[in-house]
């Protein structure tokens, strides 16, 4: 395309349509309303998907630049804690059965790569 270099720069200073703009603030407000309904757990993927079904035409990385626009970042979940606690002074329960166990035939395990 033929266009001088002082025509691109002029159509690029130019400001934004009140119609793309007020686009821009439903868009916006959309992807705040339901980052809220998920509580938080919204990504970028699930968030274009459910801007998608509102009619939106947003991609995921349209859907990142607005969550980083709004400061809209997931909650994660907690890893999982190991609970166990040996080093307690509770009570420990007592062995009711009180089982005394004895092997009948024991086996022995030999090496057989020694040599004999």
């Not at 998920?38 to 970028?44: D, N």
């Not at 607005?66 to 040996?86: G, H, N, Q």
């Amino acid at each position: 395309m033929a266009v001088s270099t002082s025509a691109y720069y002029d159509w690029a200073k130019q400001p934004e349509d009140a119609d793309k703009i007020a686009e821009k603030q439903k868009l916006r407000e959309r992807a705040q309303t339901l980052f809220d309904a998920s509580k938080r757990s919204y990504g970028s993927r699930r968030l274009s998907d459910g801007l998608k079904k509102a009619g939106f035409p947003v991609g995921r990385y349209k859907a990142r630049r607005v969550m980083a626009e709004l400061s809209l970042k997931p909650r994660y979940p907690k890893r999982f804690k190991a609970t166990t606690d040996s080093n307690h002074n509770d009570a420990i329960a007592p062995n009711l059965l009180d089982r005394k166990y004895f092997c009948q035939y024991r086996i022995a395990f030999i090496d057989l790569k020694a040599p004999q």
